[in-house]
C-alpha cells in the first residue's frame, strides 16, 4: 500500500474492531524482535515451525495409510530432515539457530511485548501466548539437537520424567498441575482457533484480500486441531494421576493414538495430519506477516 509523505498505515476494514488488530501507528519503535537481524532469523524460525508441522501433518496420514508404529510427534517430524544426510544435518543446525533466536524473541514479547496492543488484559493475554509460543518452538529446537545428536535414541523422556515426578513427595499433585495447565492451554487455543484473535498478531498492510482468508481459515483448522490434542494429553495426564500409574501420561503420539482407539480408529490421524498441515501453512504466513 502506497502512502503520501508524512501519512501513517491506515488500519483496512477488514480487520479494524478485531481483538488484537495492531494499532494503526505499528510502525512506531515498539517492536518486540530486539533487533533487526534477530527478526529475520526469527521470522526463517517461525518458519522452520510450519515445516515441522507439515512434516507432521504428511507424517500423520502416511503412518495412518501404511498403518506403521513409528511416533507421530515433533521428533519423527525432525527425524525426516535428519535423514537427509549431511544436508540435512546442516538443515537441521541452521533451523535450530532459528528456532532458538524466535523463541527469544517471543520470550522477549513476554516480557515487555505487545505495546502497539491497546487492551491491558489483552496485552497480558498476548504475552501469555507468545510463553507458550517459546516452549512449543524451543521444543522443536531441543529435540533438533537431540535428533542430530543421537538420532537411534528411542526412550520415551516424558515416560522417564513421569516415573522421576510420580516418584517425589507431592510428584501426583504436580502431574495433576501439569494437566491442567496443558487442559487451559486446550481451551485457551480453541477460543483462539474459533474467535481468530491471532489475526491480530498480524500486520494488516501486508495481508491481500485472499491471504488474509487464507490465514483466519489455516489459523482456526489448525489451532482447533491443536486444541484436541492438547486436551487428549491433558486428560491421559489426568487418568494417570487417579489411576496412580505413570505409564499413562503421553505427549503427542501417544495423545493420537489414544483418541484414534477411542474415536474413528486411523482416520483421527489422516484429520490431525490435516489440521497440523494447516496450522503449518499457517506458520508459513505467520512468518511473514507477523508483527515485528
Known sequence: MRLLPGTAPV????????????????HRDEHDAPGHWSEVLGRVGLGAYGVVHLLLGW???????????SPVDQRGAVAIVAHGGLVGRFLLALATVCLVTFAVWQLRACAVGFRWVDEPNLRWRKRI????KALGVGGVAYF???????PSENASELQVVAHETFALPGGRLLVLLAAVVVLVTAVSTAFTGIAATFLGDLVPEKL???LRHAARFLGGIGNL??????????????EAVVDDDPDEVG???????????????????????????AY?????????????
Open 11 to 26: 488500519r483496512d476494514d477488514a480487520t479494524r474492531g478485531l481483538p488484537g488488530a495492531p494499532d494503526p501507528d505499528w
Open 59 to 69: 507424517l500423520a496420514v502416511a503412518i495412518a495409510m501404511s498403518g506403521e508404529r
Open 129 to 132: 501466548g507468545a510463553f507458550a
Open 144 to 150: 533438533a539437537v537431540r535428533v542430530t545428536v543421537a
Open 208 to 210: 491481500t484480500p485472499r
Open 225 to 238: 486441531t491443536r486444541a484436541v490434542v492438547f486436551g487428549a494429553v491433558g486428560v491421559l495426564a489426568l
Open 251 to 277: 505427549g503427542l503420539d501417544v495423545a493420537l493414538r489414544a483418541l484414534a482407539d477411542h474415536t474413528l480408529g486411523t482416520c483421527v490421524l489422516v484429520i490431525a495430519g490435516v489440521g497440523f498441515a
Open 280 to 292: 503449518g501453512l499457517y506458520c508459513l504466513v505467520d512468518a511473514y506477516a507477523r508483527h515485528p
